[in-house]
């Protein structure tokens, strides 16, 4: 069973749509991750946070944004949807990395 | 500039033979390592890691070996099981900060 999880798990969108990637974990883990990721292509960490109202971006430069004003949530805002946006988004939690990081399911966006 | 590289896009295997999966690092600032293994529409599941004041770890069917002059590790899986089909991803991290950086992975593919 899941213990961080992601809506939703699909989406297609129009071109200047605003859209929220929700994400949301039961372990209390103060360390959160997004990254993206293109088919056959490496992890790329796109936002982390390491607790309550902090909030950093990631080695990828990105125009989403995030927030995290619950240990356990932390959405993923585009407020204006673009093709060069379609790809899979993975949200990931961890207590410590070195013992490893428990992801979600993903979220697989299409912007058309 | 690639900090972690999986040379191999993929690989396959008989059912029963040993699967190794390699994993090159330039940073010699990273001090701890971590394999995941991922299924299409699944989020990456955390197999295993090593710190690098070890060479060797292992559990169960998997072991990871580490060598640090080289900038290498390897990732065993012995025997190989069909359910074991499914990218592998090396990551790399410091514990200067909590947050690791990915390869591309390696699509593993045991034939029954």
């Not at chain 2, 090593?50 to 069917?61: A, M, P, Q, T, Y």
């Amino acid at each position: 069973e899941a213990d961080i999880y992601q809506t939703p798990r699909y989406l297609v969108i129009g071109t200047g749509k605003k859209i929220t990637l929700e994400c949301s974990q039961t372990m209390g883990h103060d360390k959160m991750y997004w990254y993206q990721q293109d088919p056959g292509m490496e992890l790329h960490l796109i936002h982390y946070s390491y607790g309550v109202n902090s909030t950093e971006k990631g080695d990828l430069s990105s125009e989403s944004t995030v927030s995290r004003i619950r240990t356990e949530h932390f959405p993923l805002t585009l407020e204006s949807a673009r093709p060069s946006h379609t790809s899979q988004y993975l949200c990931a939690s961890s207590e410590r990395v070195y013992y490893g990081y428990t992801f979600g399911s993903g979220t697989r966006l299409t912007v058309v | 500039d690639q900090q972690v590289k999986q040379n191999s896009p993929s690989l396959s295997v008989q059912e029963g033979r040993i699967s190794i999966l390699n994993c090159d690092y330039t940073n010699s600032m990273f001090d701890y390592f971590l394999w995941y293994k991922k299924y299409p529409a699944e989020g990456p599941t955390f197999l295993i890691s090593i710190s690098s004041i070890k060479d060797k770890n292992e559990d169960g069917r998997f072991t990871v070996f580490l060598n640090k002059s080289a900038k290498h590790l390897s990732l065993h899986i012995v025997p190989s099981q069909p359910g074991d089909s499914a990218v592998y991803f090396c990551a790399a991290g410091s514990t200067s900060y909590d947050k690791v950086i990915f390869g591309p992975g390696t699509s593993l593919s045991v034939i029954p």
